[in-house]
Nanobody, 115 residues
Framework: QVQLVESGGGLVQPGGPLRLSCTAS????????MGWYRQGPGKQRELVAT??????VYADAVKGRFTISRDNANNTVYLQMNNLKPVDTAVYYC??????????WGQGTQVTVST
């Protein structure tokens, strides 16, 4: 049984940074593509970034501001978010598996960017 637990969300002012973490249990973490997705108010869930091995892919909206990384020894994937904007406000979800698969999801963590 795979479990994903996200942490690190919260309230941050525009322009500020935040780092999200997602720790997985119950699976061979290093073999899977890991991703971060988000769902803003009234919006559909969208891909933010994915990583497998040392290769990362980002949504255009976050390129240059967000960085995804992983620590396979500790079964953890991170999302460093810099220069946050109000439009980044969303529930952020961690996923184990490709974007085209059902995969495994975390419970989500709220990120709110506001003054």
């Amino acid at each position: 049984q795979v479990q994903l637990v996200e942490s690190g969300g919260g309230l941050v002012q525009p322009g500020g940074p935040l780092r999200l973490s997602c720790t997985a249990s119950g699976s061979i973490f290093s073999m899977y593509i890991m991703g971060w997705y988000r769902q803003g108010p009234g919006k559909q869930r969208e891909l933010v970034a994915t990583i497998i091995g040392g290769s990362a892919v980002y949504a255009d909206a976050v390129k240059g501001r967000f960085t995804i990384s992983r620590d396979n020894a500790n079964n953890t994937v991170y999302l460093q978010m810099n220069n946050l904007k109000p439009v980044d406000t969303a529930v952020y979800y961690c996923k184990m598996g490709s974007s085209s698969s059902s995969g495994y999801w975390g419970q989500g963590t709220q990120v709110t960017v506001s003054t």
